[in-house]
């Protein structure tokens, strides 16, 4: 739910969407970058609370932390630049999506 959320607003993001007009095409890549990072490490730490007793409202206490401080992170540009105009994806991106398929 929310990797779905970042994904809903990379969305939203796109060029020529007129919500987040503003913003570059980096803005789409970071998000998209966050929600993949957000879903490998959900499946990498899922089987430790295979067999405990887990509470949600703690888990999704977490995990909004989690959302909200990645999407503040993204919109205060304090998260790595994805793609740079005129460069094209940067080493981070690139960098990311290897890590990406490895935790998957």
């Known amino acids: 739910m929310f990797a779905a959320i970042i994904d809903f607003i990379h969305a939203l993001a796109y ?3 007129p919500f987040l007009s503003r913003y570059t095409t980096n803005l789409p ?3 998209w970058i966050a929600a ?6 959900t499946i990498v730490i899922a089987p430790i609370y295979k067999n ?4 949600v409202w703690l888990a999704m206490g977490d995990y909004s932390v989690v959302t ?3 999407i503040i992170s993204i919109f205060k540009e304090y998260f790595p630049d ?4 005129g460069v094209e994806l940067s080493n981070f991106k690139i960098i990311s ?7 998957f």
């Open 68 to 70: 909200s401080t990645l």
């Open 29 to 31: 890549t970071q998000l």
């Open 97 to 103: 999506e290897y890590i990406i398929a490895s935790l």
């Open 15 to 17: 060029k020529g969407m």
């Open 36 to 41: 993949r990072y957000l879903q490998a490490f």
């Open 82 to 85: 994805c793609y740079i105009e």
């Open 52 to 55: 405990r007793k887990t509470k």
